[in-house]
């Protein structure tokens, strides 16, 4: 049961072809000559061409890392303050916290989208303003905090804690601890969740569409598109997202491999007793 | 020459949760000295020591150093440093940096620290390993480090809190042997915590022995183990035999049916005591001609000796004697007056008593 | 375990927390039980009634969906769990690929394979068969909620899973049992936390979505999701009904929730790292 048998090896690969297909076919058809999406005329880069003149999509690109990246950093500078006063809290009022910090994670996000959506329309009574980028940045940090205070929690708890102590009794104040110990030994969390706000930022959809107002961000934009005239302009998009992501996976993967080298090598010459 | 006492804990009180650890507690400690505070679990040993260094406020009494009190003066303010117990090293530095993070906080000029960090690592034999990281070493090295980025400080007072319990047996012993060096090449004083009879023994020019918040004896290793003054201390240090007995008169005992000369004195006529024998210290004989006489229950090699259990009259004795007898034997014991212990009643709750 | 006294640096979260997250969700409880004079009424939550279809259709297509991950996840994420090192990292960032794929392209492109003259039809002509209607039908939504969502369910069980030793299973075998018998009684017992978080990260996505939906079901399959989205932004604008759709979009995912009472924050976290 534990060998890796021929039926495991092909029932893999059937779902990944199934995983797969779809975007190979829209890569495909990305270079198609005409717009057909079942017929493969000829080859062409005509599309990517088209896609880098088209305006909407360049724009609502700009807007999606803008706030991606906005959202991402007020996030986590947001998310690992709580986290710091939350390691802090007497049990009640952590659990407290922590069940409304899961609301955004587990809502179904059409309600987040809805209720924030309500919150602003509300708020249009007191306030002028109109929903768009500063509406959008809202939401986005607001779904995003939640999963930075998730990244650095554990890291929290898998402290040591006479590591402060030992900050202490080398001559930090307290302040000095923070910043010179506790915070490098968290930091791995505050990364994590940086980018996991990063992520779900540049991909969301269904909160956006509900808060974006007068804006676009690129799945809007996507969204948009694939409501009217079919182009294979998306398809190209497809690719060139693909083509990003696996990149950015490559780079990640060869870099945990790397490290993981070092540290075998490292801990070959310091097994080495007095 | 008797040194004057460095650190002084007056009255100290601390609670948990309801719960009271200390009551009370008082423990003088003198300078240059290599103490160690002896204990089971929940004794109060560790909690001391937390009080000594600042991580812990207590709910009443004070902390004088050097005859100042410094009850409420914060950790990273106390001449103190501490080596804890999972060494507490911050792995996101290597070595050098860890070493040389007391002397950063102090704005020290870099070329000093230097000279002072090598000359450190020199002392706990880690010359070279300035660049490594703490994660690739192993614990006996991660441990010196620890010492080292203590002692660089010029503490007047190290504080170790049971730092060699992750070390296998070899090791501990030669880290023993070590710390006891270091303490006395630097001349000064080392506060350990440890619930390891032996290594106390082993290390220390005094020795505190604790139980339930409440000190039950201090001395030298040597009174400990010869003098315990009541049936807690003697049966904690090392083996010992311990029986009810009355002693009649001065120099004369009776306990386990017989009457006994001994070298103890100064105790009420016909007063209810406690005796202790070491192990050790009785001599199989003939049965016929000895002053006890029991039979043999079980027999186990130890390397260094055999070790015996021999029912006496419903009492099992524990001998250690490089002879050894067969299960089942009917032996007899014999006991010197000098091995002979007594102990008062009472001393089990804690009270110090005086043993002549 | 707490390290140190610093509460008041949580302030600022705690202040955004109650605007942006309680402050709203209270609101679509009020508009929920008011009509569009302001006056309490509870005829939104009633009216609900009239679309029960609809919210029978996505409770049991995302029951079906979550059903068939299930089944195709655990013995996947057995089989990675059971690799080397390497290549478990390797198959893993395989799986979480398509994950970073933008969720509206991913469903795009089955609207295409999916179409009467798509790629799949045209390769079922080539035997002669078909074509099949497949777009815009149930089966489709289905087939989209699975696809976009399958991941969700093989990372937890794979989480679990590789917790699961050999020595364990071998144990087991060692003891008589055999195949069959491992994995019913020593397996799927162990991989049941797992079991339980996929099953709510891919219910309540699946209950609650309008794009596949609307993408890959045409109009006449509307799902909760398109309802409470028509309310707000479509046609029909009626925010008071919307909130209370949305209330007890709420209460099902709670109530799922609560029975698969699976999400334990360690977890949770563990599981999102």
Redesign the interface.
């Known amino acids: 049961m534990t060998r890796s048998t021929k039926s495991s090896r092909a029932y893999l690969y059937v779902v990944f072809t199934f995983l797969y297909l779809p975007i190979f076919v829209l890569i495909f058809f990305s270079f198609n000559k005409s717009k057909s999406r079942n017929l493969f005329t000829g080859f062409t880069l005509d599309w990517y061409r088209q896609l880098f003149q088209n305006e909407m999509i360049l724009r609502a690109l700009v807007v999606t890392l803008a706030v991606a990246a906005i959202a991402s950093v007020c996030a986590t500078i947001l998310g690992t303050a709580a986290a710091i006063g939350i390691q802090g809290m007497k049990r009640w009022s952590r659990f407290t916290v922590m069940n409304f910090t899961y609301i955004p994670v587990i809502n179904p996000e059409v309600v987040t989208g809805v209720s924030m959506l309500l919150l602003f329309t509300s708020l249009r009574y007191f306030l002028n303003f109109n929903m768009g980028f500063g509406t959008l940045l809202i939401a986005h940090i607001t779904f995003n905090v939640p999963y930075v205070i998730l990244s650095v929690n554990p890291k929290f708890r898998q402290l040591?804690n006479?590591?402060y102590?030992?900050?202490?009794?080398?001559?930090?104040?307290p302040t000095?601890a923070f910043f010179?110990?506790i915070l490098?030994?968290i930091?791995p969390g505050i990364t994590t969740g940086f980018l996991m706000a990063l992520t779900y930022s540049i991909d969301d959809f269904v909160i956006s569409y509900f808060t974006s107002g007068t804006s676009q961000t690129l799945s809007i934009a996507v969204y948009s598109m694939t409501r009217r005239k079919v182009s294979p302009e998306i398809n190209a998009l497809s690719t060139l997202i693909f083509a990003a992501v696996l990149t950015i996976l490559l780079i990640m993967n060869f870099k945990d491999i790397r490290s993981e080298n070092s540290?075998s090598g490292?801990?070959k010459?310091?097994?080495?007793?007095? | 020459m008797e040194k004057d006492f460095i650190v002084q804990l007056d009255r100290i009180s601390v609670s948990f949760d309801q719960e009271e650890v200390l009551n009370n507690f008082s423990l003088d400690i003198r300078d240059e000295e290599f103490v160690t505070l002896l204990g089971p679990s929940g004794c109060g040993k560790t909690t001391t020591l937390r009080v000594i260094?600042?991580?812990l406020m207590p709910d009443s009494g004070r902390v004088l150093f050097n005859g100042r009190d410094i009850t409420s003066i914060?950790?990273?303010r106390r001449e103190?440093?501490?080596v804890?117990?999972?060494y507490?090293l911050?792995?996101?530095l290597n070595v050098y940096d860890n070493v040389a993070?007391?002397l950063r906080?102090?704005k020290k000029p870099e070329s000093e620290i230097k000279k002072e960090v090598t000359e450190m690592l020199n002392l706990v034999?880690l010359s070279g390993f300035e660049t490594?990281?703490t994660s690739?070493?192993?614990g006996?090295?991660q441990q010196?480090v620890a010492i080292a980025?203590?002692l660089v400080?010029h503490p007047k007072i190290l504080l170790l809190d049971e730092p060699l319990g992750a070390l296998d047996l070899k090791?501990r012993k030669?880290m023993q042997v070590e710390l006891k060096r270091i303490q006395q090449s630097l001349n000064i004083t080392f506060v350990y915590v440890t619930h390891d009879q032996e290594e106390a023994l082993t290390m220390s020019d005094t020795v505190v022995v604790m139980n339930n918040g409440i000190i039950q004896q201090i001395g030298s290793p040597i009174d400990i183990y010869n003098e315990p003054k009541n049936a807690f201390v003697a049966d904690f240090i090392g083996e010992s035999n311990i029986l009810p007995g009355i002693m009649h008169r001065d120099f004369t005992v009776s306990f386990a049916g017989k009457e006994f000369i001994c070298v103890d004195k100064g105790f009420k006529p016909d007063e209810y005591i406690d005796v202790v024998v070491r192990p050790e210290d009785i001599k199989i004989g003939d049965y016929k001609t000895a002053q006890l006489s029991g039979v043999v229950k079980s027999t186990v090699f130890k390397g260094v000796h055999y070790e015996m259990v021999i029912d006496q009259g419903g009492f099992e004795w524990l001998v250690q004697s490089t002879l050894s007898e067969e299960p089942g034997t009917l032996v007899g014991m014999n006991i010197g007056p000098d091995d002979i212990h007594i102990m008062h009643r009472n001393g089990l709750d804690g009270e110090v008593d005086e043993v002549v | 375990m707490k390290l140190f006294k610093a509460k008041a640096v949580s302030v600022p979260y705690l202040i955004w927390m109650a605007i942006f997250i309680i402050a709203p969700l209270v609101l679509v409880g009020i508009f929920a039980l008011t009509d569009a004079e302001g006056s309490f009424t509870i005829e939104n939550l009633s009216g609900i009634g009239r679309f029960t279809p609809v919210f029978a259709r996505s409770i049991w297509l995302a029951a079906i969906a979550t059903a068939i991950c299930l089944l195709i996840a655990f013995p996947m994420a057995f089989a990675i769990s059971r690799m080397s090192e390497r290549r478990q990292n390797l198959f893993l960032m395989l799986v979480m690929l398509p994950m970073w794929m933008n969720f509206l392209l991913r469903t795009y492109a089955w609207m295409s394979l999916l179409e009467n003259n798509g790629l799949i039809n045209r390769f079922f002509g080539l035997f002669g068969i078909g074509p099949f209607q497949m777009i815009n039908t149930q089966g489709a939504v289905v087939l989209g909620m699975v696809y976009n969502y399958l991941p969700f369910m093989i990372l937890p069980l794979y989480s679990v899973m590789t917790k699961i030793d050999n020595s364990v299973i071998e144990a087991a075998q060692d003891l008589g049992a055999s195949n069959g018998k491992v994995f019913s009684k020593v397996i799927i017992p162990l991989a049941v936390p797992g079991i339980t978080t996929g099953i709510t990260m891919v219910f309540v996505p699946s209950i609650s979505t309008f794009i596949i939906s609307r993408m890959l079901g045409g109009g006449g399959n509307l799902l909760i999701g398109d309802l409470i989205e028509m309310q707000f932004l479509g046609n029909s604008y009626n925010p008071h009904l919307g909130s209370a759709m949305a209330l007890v979009l709420m209460v099902i995912v709670l109530f799922t929730m609560s029975i698969t009472s699976s999400i334990d924050s360690e977890e949770l976290e563990d599981m999102l790292i």
């Open positions: 040591d006479s590591l102590e030992a900050a202490l009794d080398l001559g930090c104040n000095q010179k110990v490098p030994q930091m540290k490292l801990k010459k310091g097994a080495e007793r007095i | 260094g600042g991580f914060p950790p990273y103190v440093n501490t804890f117990q999972k507490a911050f792995t996101h993070f007391g906080i102090k034999g490594r990281k690739a070493m192993s006996g090295q010196r980025r203590a400080n090791l030669e």
